[in-house]
């Protein structure tokens, strides 16, 4: 949330950002204030910018991301979510939240903001969240929403909303799917902030690395994951998220059909045919069944 937490950000000092390399910028700057968006090599960056507010996830906020992730592109492969500033995103703008906004319009920044962190798994590639200092309430919620999380040795994530009256309750949606639940309530019930390294530990993010490393492992594991067929990632991700919230007998009743299905694919065919071949895969990158 923003503005509540001046004490935990001025803890974690004003460590450097570096952006990724692009070729492309999707937006112009004045379009769009609040996030910088570019995409080369079917990789999508989109940088959270607006640094002086700490990247509150304010009502307009949420929308323009909404709109970046949203973008239709053939080419896209993975979205990579980064920021300005020492601040990942510091969660709610709390400006926005008081007696004086109404109750209406709380209910559509509570709203909006679950529809943008339920579309991130529902986005058909993958997105890594890129962190190089503090995530707080729907900022942590941010980046316990991505499939993946590259994150410095300084970052610290926490929900302090607890700290201000204002629980953290749609932000321990995924963070408690995230974490064990015993971490997620120590994390709710004292609003104390984890490091990286416990970060990983519990899984609330995937690797952690040095600051001069951030940019080079986030955009090798993008590169990495672009060397696959786009259709087999979408239908790996789309199944992963179905499966996950059902009892196991039901998980492998579902996955076993979609093993089916894959293999059906030109290149679920293609893969093995290559394989087979000892060759490269040549993908299609399309839904089209090989029978």
């Given at each position: 949330?923003?503005?509540?937490?001046?004490?935990?950000?001025?803890?974690?000092?004003?460590?450097?950002?570096?952006?990724?390399?692009?070729?492309?910028?999707?937006?112009?700057?004045?379009?769009?204030?609040?996030?910088?968006?570019?995409?080369?090599d079917?990789?999508?960056?989109i940088t959270?910018?607006?640094?002086?507010?700490?990247?509150?996830?304010?009502?307009?906020?949420?929308?323009?991301l909404?709109?970046?992730?949203?973008?239709?592109?053939?080419?896209?492969?993975?979205?990579?979510?980064?920021?300005?500033?020492?601040?990942f995103?510091?969660?709610?703008?709390?400006?926005?939240?008081?007696?004086?906004?109404?109750?209406?319009?709380?209910?559509?920044?509570?709203a909006?903001?679950?529809?943008?962190?339920?579309?991130?798994?529902?986005?058909?590639?993958?997105?890594?969240?890129?962190?190089?200092?503090?995530?707080?309430?729907?900022?942590?919620?941010?980046?316990?929403?991505?499939?993946i999380?590259?994150?410095?040795?300084?970052?610290?994530?926490?929900?302090?909303?607890?700290?201000?009256?204002?629980?953290?309750?749609?932000?321990?949606?995924?963070?408690?799917?995230?974490?064990?639940r015993?971490?997620?309530?120590?994390?709710?019930?004292?609003?104390?902030?984890?490091?990286?390294?416990d970060?990983?530990?519990?899984?609330?993010?995937?690797?952690?690395?040095?600051?001069?490393?951030?940019?080079?492992?986030?955009?090798?594991?993008?590169?990495?994951?672009?060397?696959?067929?786009?259709?087999?990632?979408?239908?790996?991700?789309?199944?992963?998220?179905?499966?996950?919230?059902?009892?196991?007998?039901?998980?492998?009743?579902?996955?076993?059909?979609?093993?089916?299905?894959?293999?059906?694919?030109?290149?679920?065919?293609?893969?093995?045919k290559?394989?087979?071949?000892?060759?490269?895969?040549?993908?299609?990158?399309?839904?089209?069944?090989?029978?």
């Amino acid at each position: 949330m923003s503005r509540i937490f001046p004490s935990v950000v001025k803890m974690m000092g004003r460590s450097s950002h570096r952006m990724l390399s692009s070729t492309c910028r999707l937006q112009a700057p004045s379009e769009n204030r609040y996030t910088v968006v570019s995409q080369t090599d079917g990789i999508r960056k989109i940088t959270l910018n607006d640094p002086k507010k700490r990247n509150a996830l304010s009502l307009g906020m949420l929308q323009q991301l909404q709109k970046d992730v949203s973008a239709v592109d053939d080419s896209l492969r993975v979205i990579v979510l980064s920021h300005t500033g020492p601040v990942f995103s510091a969660g709610h703008d709390l400006k926005e939240l008081t007696i004086e906004t109404g109750r209406a319009h709380h209910e559509q920044v509570f709203a909006v903001c679950s529809q943008f962190m339920l579309s991130l798994q529902d986005i058909p590639v993958p997105v890594i969240a890129q962190v190089n200092g503090l995530a707080t309430a729907a900022g942590c919620q941010l980046v316990a929403s991505c499939d993946i999380a590259v994150v410095t040795e300084n970052s610290k994530f926490a929900t302090p909303g607890v700290q201000v009256g204002l629980f953290c309750s749609t932000p321990a949606v995924a963070v408690g799917r995230s974490v064990p639940r015993k971490v997620a309530m120590e994390m709710l019930f004292t609003g104390q902030p984890i490091s990286a390294q416990d970060a990983l530990l519990h899984g609330l993010v995937s690797r952690v690395v040095p600051e001069g490393k951030l940019e080079e492992e986030t955009t090798r594991i993008a590169m990495k994951i672009c060397e696959f067929s786009k259709s087999v990632i979408t239908l790996g991700k789309r199944t992963f998220y179905k499966q996950i919230a059902l009892d196991r007998k039901l998980a492998y009743s579902l996955t076993e059909k979609v093993m089916v299905d894959n293999l059906a694919l030109k290149d679920g065919q293609e893969g093995i045919k290559a394989f087979v071949e000892k060759r490269k895969p040549v993908w299609s990158h399309d839904d089209d069944t090989a029978h």
